[in-house]
């Protein structure tokens, strides 16, 4: 006779088709936990490709740091995400967007690349051009700020072009997945950042154009009103540029302005924007200086001309600029005013001799009223 199992209970108190019927429930459950999750990775993965588009697509600066801190909080469980980005120099990186760092903590918040005590894992990172893990122990660098130590940091770069790095903290160390997601990001902002320069360099001198450097204006006076803060503008002209084109030739006026794009650069700090504004024009911009500061550092620009020798021949050539300042806000509370005064205070020093800097005041409004 033959008996059967099924239905028959077990020391544990079950049966066997009560076992199978649990086990069977433990699948469905399972398989339906990983359908959902599944779902959730197709959606994310969609949603990933949409915000790498996004990314690709941004022209500024900002909007990319904007839009890699986005993405990073929607798929990495971190407290905290910092997008640092260079100055012209890479000699010191800057917050451009973050997520859980005090408002306060943004603008102290800079990493020196060139200095051992300040440099930490960010700037070891983008120095480096590698990415810098929990895993990892990097002999010989310390941070510089208690206030944020970050735990992960990839660089933003692009052929030989270093642009920035991406800083995160958590807790847990990355997932292989997510390694190679940060790669992706951190290589797709590296060509976004490359072609936003390219959009905003002028092409002859390599200096940002007018174009940005009026919506960096717009930016910075923004913050200047939300801080309570000054910001300057000097417009320079260089003085008898047309006799210059006629002597040398205008091939010669191009590389003059090259050379003097060049010493502009070294000269003014890397806070300080500089941009070609037309022609034989150039602009810059001194966020938090008076325009008592900006005058200072014009006048020893215009000294420091006097040593170089600008001629195309053996026959000595010395090149000088007149320039105007305005100051917000003592002077003006917006762009369009700020620019149009330091034009006015420009012409000023135009009729006053040329080889000078004058700064913008109410009289020379009514001057030309």
Not at 105 to 113: I, R, S, W
Not at 155 to 161: L, S, V
Not at 205 to 230: H, M, P, S, W
Not at 281 to 304: C, N, S, T, Y
């Amino acid at each position: 006779m033959i008996t059967t199992m099924v239905g028959r209970k077990k020391k544990g108190g079950l049966t066997n088709r009560e076992m199978l019927q649990e086990r069977l429930q433990q699948q469905l459950a399972e398989n339906n936990r990983l359908q959902k999750e599944l779902k959730y990775i197709d959606s994310m993965d969609n949603l990933f490709f949409a915000s790498m588009i996004r990314l690709t697509s941004r022209l500024h600066a900002a909007d990319v740091g904007k839009e890699i801190t986005g993405l990073l909080m929607n798929y990495l469980d971190a407290d905290q995400v910092a997008v640092f980005l260079s100055d012209e120099r890479n000699e010191r990186l800057r917050i451009v967007d973050q997520h859980g760092i005090r408002d306060d903590l943004k603008a102290k918040l800079v990493y020196e690349v060139g200095s051992e005590h300040r440099r930490g894992k960010v700037g070891f990172a983008f120095l480096e051009k590698h990415p810098i893990t929990k895993r990892d122990v990097v002999i010989g660098v310390t941070e510089p700020y208690a206030v944020f130590n970050p735990d992960i940091c990839y660089p933003i770069f692009f052929q030989d072009r270093r642009f920035g790095v991406i800083a995160i903290v958590r807790q847990q160390d990355l997932e292989e997945r997510e390694r190679n997601m940060l790669g992706v990001i951190s290589a797709i902002a590296g060509i976004t950042l490359n072609n936003t320069r390219t959009v905003h360099a002028d092409p002859l001198t390599q200096l940002y154009n007018i174009g940005y450097f009026r919506e960096r204006l717009d930016v910075e006076l923004q913050q200047a009103r939300g801080q309570q803060k000054a910001l300057s503008v000097a417009i320079i002209d260089l003085d008898n540029f047309k006799i210059y084109n006629d002597t040398y030739g205008h091939q010669a006026g191009d590389l003059l302005l090259v050379r003097l794009a060049q010493i502009f650069v070294n000269h003014f700090d890397t806070e300080e924007i500089v941009a070609r504004y037309g022609g034989d024009e150039f602009i810059v911009m001194f966020p938090d200086l008076h325009k008592k500061d900006a005058l200072r550092i014009m006048g020893h620009l215009l000294q420091a001309l006097q040593k170089y020798d600008f001629a195309s021949t053996k026959q000595k050539a010395s090149v000088t600029f007149s320039a105007g300042i305005s100051t917000y806000p003592d002077d003006a509370l917006n762009a369009t005013e700020l620019i149009r005064f330091a034009d006015q205070a420009l012409y000023a020093a135009k009729r006053a001799g040329r080889n000078t800097v004058m700064m913008y005041s109410s009289k020379l409004k009514r001057e030309d009223m």
